[in-house]
């Protein structure tokens, strides 16, 4: 993998994978949500493909830290804030990094991070990083087990999946969902759902061109 990567590809991919889910996305949000997970997400989404001259011209990690920029501006909620964080902090990890694998894994890592501080949370609370955390520790393992490309990614998505699908079980102790008690058990948090998504999203555009 070079050391640029044009980005452009992967939003159009997001947003493709987000409009296709969006009826479920926005039920699942309205269940135990604030119910504008989705407008935020689309808007940021938007917001993005609108800048797409520019992110194209700038340098990886620059480009990363402009969709922070743009993220935290246009998409409002706490979402906005922490996919902002998120990708302001891969863009100031990327700077010098080789686009490998292993490289990829310690960006995307450090931009779980930033959300687990940003946020103070931890997975297993029923958010995002049910989904994000588990997809950067299987990366890792599969750098650690020198696994192929294509099957790390794959192994990705799966822990990805199941790490969304088993907030459903979970009660919330994060957002609006936290003052529902046990009523939140038994629906999926749509944060983790549209995460997963987005990295399913990647990764299956990164195997088709790999």
Same mark, same amino acid.
Do not use: W
């Given at each position: ?108 890592? =450090? ?5 687990? !501080? /940003? $946020?103070?949370? @931890?997975? &297993?609370?029923? +958010?995002?990083?049910?989904? #994000? ?43 609006? =969902? ?5 009523? !939140? /058990? $038994?629906?999926? @948090?749509? &944060?983790?759902? +549209?995460?997963?998504?987005? #990295? ?11």
């Amino acid at each position: 993998m070079s050391n640029n990567l044009p980005l452009m590809p992967y939003i159009d991919a997001i947003k493709a994978s987000i409009t296709a889910h969006a009826d479920e996305i926005a039920q699942l949000d309205q269940a135990i949500g604030d119910g504008d997970h989705l407008i935020n997400l689309q808007r940021g989404i938007e917001a993005l493909l609108k800048n797409s001259e520019e992110l194209e011209q700038l340098e990886f990690s620059a480009a990363l830290s402009k969709i922070g920029m743009t993220l935290m501006s246009t998409m409002g909620g706490a979402s906005g804030s922490l996919f902002g964080s998120m990708f302001v902090t891969m863009g100031k990890t990327a700077k010098g990094k080789t686009l490998d694998v292993t490289g990829m894994t310690e960006i995307f890592t =450090a931009g779980v991070e930033s959300i687990k !501080a /940003r $946020g103070k949370a @931890d997975i &297993g609370e029923k +958010t995002m990083l049910d989904a #994000l955390i588990p997809a950067s520790t299987s990366l890792k393992q599969s750098i650690r087990n020198e696994v192929e490309l294509s099957a790390a990614l794959e192994d990705m998505k799966k822990a990805a999946i199941e790490g969304m699908e088993s907030t459903k079980d979970m009660l919330a102790t994060k957002g609006r =969902a936290s003052f529902l008690g046990e009523r !939140a /058990r $038994g629906h999926i @948090d749509a &944060g983790a759902r +549209t995460s997963q998504l987005m #990295l399913c999203a990647i990764a299956d555009l990164i195997i088709e061109n790999h």
